[in-house]
């Protein structure tokens, strides 16, 4: 099964940068999207933002737009997740999983890792 993990995450002030890491672990991960999502406390899991194996990117939160860039390196099988200007509202653990496709309804392959942590306070 094809498992992906998250790092990269912590603690970090407003208007603060954070990159994050999604890594297969040798897994080829050049025939998949992948899609970055969080939750937040007492929300539900929102996709952000989607690299198609393609190279189509696809960003689908209004609130990331602009301050989050997805980007992945296919001979390293990663992804990643620049995020900028921080606010406390994206305070969320942040996950990343292997899809079929950038669309929708696109079939999501593996299962949820743990993702990471993101905390974005004064």
């Known amino acids: 099964q094809l498992q992906l993990t998250e790092s990269g995450g912590g603690l970090v002030q407003p208007g603060g940068s954070l990159r994050l890491t999604c890594d297969s672990s040798?897994?080829?991960?050049?025939?998949?999207?992948v899609t970055w999502f969080r939750q937040a406390p007492g929300k539900e899991r929102e996709a952000l933002s989607c690299?198609?194996?393609?190279?189509?990117?696809?960003n689908f939160a209004d609130s990331a737009k602009g301050r989050f860039t997805i980007s992945r390196d296919n001979a390293k099988n990663m992804v990643y997740l620049q995020m900028n200007s921080l606010k406390p509202e994206d305070t969320a653990i942040y996950y990343c999983?292997?899809?079929?496709?950038?669309?929708?309804?696109?079939?999501?392959?593996?299962?949820w890792g743990p993702g990471t942590q993101v905390t974005v306070s004064s």
């Open positions: 040798g897994f080829t991960l050049s025939p998949f999207a």
């Open positions: 690299f198609g194996a393609s190279g189509v990117i696809v």
């Open positions: 999983r292997a899809m079929g496709g950038c669309d929708k309804n696109s079939q999501k392959f593996g299962s």
